[in-house]
């Protein structure tokens, strides 16, 4: 029993170390580009991991909201897709962090699974973004959700703790290829309460559990984002299925100039 235990608070040392290594250099540089309100942070969970379920609205998105949590004392660890931990360089630095791959398949889904419970069993938080890609709603408002965080909270009875945040897209755009300094842009941050998903807890692992959880989760997310932009919501979510725009990758507006760069990779939902 001690040789398992040994491993697992060596190896949360180590990621720790590593973020610790990450905040020095990059810390300075966010603080530089701008400012920052961070609200609600006593709704975050002590003494126990958790799924965190922002908004997306631009590539710079996981910076902003892992900013958040590192200074709160709690290591975020997003999905990505299993692809980038290919990368030169990339890899190694989503590894040495302790990033969650996700793969398609299904032995691909079961490791996934199982890191994210070991991230939540050291009291971190797993990040995942309901939307599974950046919103295609014209005005920015969290789109149609999809199932990542609600089969995650279903198959681990964790904690989801919705996020909205506002002002990062001023710094740098949906699809945008450079980001935009002058003048100095505030980035808001609110934390709301946990989902209170109590109900569903003991149901069926099926289709409608999963997408009647998404629904409330991304009820919290929009009442959170409707708080910071001091507006309401659209009455009925964007669906891009509806709109028949891909559920992957860039969506360009009509209108809109195409980009060839720009910004992190995206992150995956989970599902």
């Given at each position: ?123 971190d938080a797993v990040i995942i973004y309901p ?141």
């Amino acid at each position: 029993m001690a040789g398992p235990a040994n491993s697992t608070s060596e190896h949360r040392r180590g990621t720790r170390l590593f973020f610790g290594v990450l905040a020095w250099t990059a810390r300075p540089l966010i603080n530089l580009l701008t400012a920052k309100k961070w609200e609600g942070l006593h709704n975050l969970p002590t003494g126990r991991g958790f799924i965190a379920a922002p908004n997306h609205c631009t590539e710079i998105d996981p910076v902003i909201v892992g900013h958040m949590l590192y200074n709160q004392n709690v290591m975020p660890h997003f999905l990505a897709k299993e692809g980038l931990f290919r990368v030169p360089g990339l890899g190694a630095l989503l590894r040495g962090s302790r990033q969650i791959p996700v793969e398609r398949s299904g032995a691909g889904a079961g490791r996934s699974l199982e890191v994210a419970r070991g991230v939540l069993d050291d009291g971190d938080a797993v990040i995942i973004y309901p939307e599974g890609t950046l919103t295609r709603d014209p005005d920015l408002w969290p789109m149609k959700g999809r199932t990542g965080a609600a089969r995650l909270a279903l198959n681990t009875g964790a904690l989801v703790v919705p996020i909205a945040h506002w002002g990062a897209q001023e710094v740098f755009p949906r699809y945008a290829k450079r980001l935009h300094v002058f003048p100095r842009k505030t980035t808001r941050v609110l934390v709301g309460k946990p989902v209170d998903l109590d109900r569903f807890m003991d149901g069926p692992d099926d289709k409608a559990t999963l997408e009647a959880m998404t629904e409330v989760i991304m009820d919290a997310i929009t009442e959170l984002l409707e708080q910071l932009r001091g507006e309401k919501a659209p009455a009925q979510r964007w669906d891009p299925t509806a709109h028949h725009q891909t559920l992957h990758g860039r969506f360009m507006e009509r209108g809109e100039e195409p980009t060839d760069g720009g910004g992190t990779p995206e992150t995956g939902d989970g599902q």
